[in-house]
């Protein structure tokens, strides 16, 4: 009997290990991102769960707002912490079991911030300014989307993982790759499955390819600094390109961007070349409208967080 009950014990015992491993990565490192070089910036959030790399993540040039909203499952806006927060960056690698389910790639990530950056936060509800994506009078510009089989990895068109490059050169930096007749460089692979972007001074290229209005308005969140809320009603999948003259000062976490005047004005620019805004391209270009509202909005309110992480 005695021997049974210490064959209980361990089973618990060694029950009680596996689950706390499995609620952590293998193997992870954090650090500061180097500064970047030449002005262009290597940004990226690849791999885990459900990913071509499920049991590796590779996070690049990151802001901590991204890695907390990947991690609660939450958009960026619906954190609020220091200052900092917007302006550091950093590098993110860890290994974990390729089964791994989202569900526990959350509390892997949780665990991570807690332990190297000392993060405590609690929840409140906020109204928030938003805005709300709908379709404009004239209806929708956008092609749905072809279906295609899907891509194997390693197989050409595939996503391989690497970060998109957000410069003046797009990904392998300037005179490496061809421009198009658009006056930006052509990505190989360009919208390869969801959104992809390349930024240039004074104009931004979004290419979607195989985009749900959910993701491109989650997209939208990046360009004006608020929840956006998709009620277009459209179904589906769609390909499309918008060009735009994106605001910086909301894209690094600034106050968001105001919709445009009603005289039909909001274009931006550097004088060369006169490039709508966000409001006005996503109106022009694709027959859709963004128009403010205020929304009720979880939010995750940091109480402590350190600004440098715990030694690998």
């Known amino acids: 009997m005695r021997l049974v009950h210490m064959r209980i014990l361990l089973a618990i015992g060694l029950g009680i290990v596996s689950l706390a491993r499995a609620q952590e990565f293998e193997a992870a490192s954090v650090k500061p991102a180097a500064p970047p070089d030449s002005g262009r910036m290597m940004v990226g959030m690849r791999g885990g769960p459900g990913s071509s790399d499920p049991g590796r993540i590779n996070y690049t040039n990151v802001q901590l707002k991204e890695v907390m909203a990947a991690a609660y499952d939450v958009k960026v806006h619906q954190i609020s912490g220091p200052d900092w927060l917007d302006s550091e960056r950093f590098d993110i690698t860890a290994t974990m079991a390729p089964?791994?389910?989202?569900?526990?790639?959350?509390?892997?990530?949780?665990?991570?911030?807690?332990?190297?950056?000392?993060?405590?936060?609690?929840?409140?509800?906020?109204?928030?300014?938003?805005?709300?994506?709908?379709?404009g009078k004239k209806g929708s510009k956008m092609k749905q989307s072809e279906e295609e089989p899907a891509k194997k990895v390693g197989e050409a068109g595939a996503d391989d993982g690497s970060p998109v490059e957000f410069g003046a050169g797009g990904r392998g930096g300037p005179g490496k790759m061809p421009l198009g007749k658009d006056g930006f460089p052509d990505l190989p692979g360009g919208g390869r499955g969801g959104p992809s972007m390349i930024m240039?001074?004074?104009?931004?290229?979004?290419m979607a390819n195989k985009t749900t209005?959910?993701?491109?308005?989650?997209?939208?969140?990046?360009?004006?600094?608020?929840?956006v809320v998709d009620q277009t009603e459209l179904k589906g999948k769609f390909d499309f390109v918008l060009y735009f003259a994106p605001d910086m000062g909301a894209m690094m976490g600034g106050r968001g961007v105001p919709p445009p005047p009603p005289d039909g004005g909001g274009r931006g620019g550097d004088g060369a070349e006169e490039v709508p805004t966000i409001f006005v391209a996503v109106q022009e270009q694709l027959g859709l409208k963004l128009e403010s509202q205020k929304a009720a909005v979880d939010v995750l309110v940091i109480d402590h967080m350190e600004k440098v992480p715990t030694e690998n």
Not at 112 to 132: G, I, N, Q, S, W
């Open 99 to 135: 089964d791994t389910t989202k569900a526990q790639f959350h509390v892997m990530l949780q665990k991570l911030l807690a332990d190297r950056f000392k993060l405590t936060l609690h929840h409140e509800k906020k109204d928030l300014p938003a805005f709300v994506l709908t379709v």
């Open 200 to 206: 240039m001074p004074g104009k931004a290229k979004l």
């Open 213 to 227: 209005m959910a993701e491109f308005a989650d997209q939208l969140e990046r360009f004006v600094n608020r929840p």
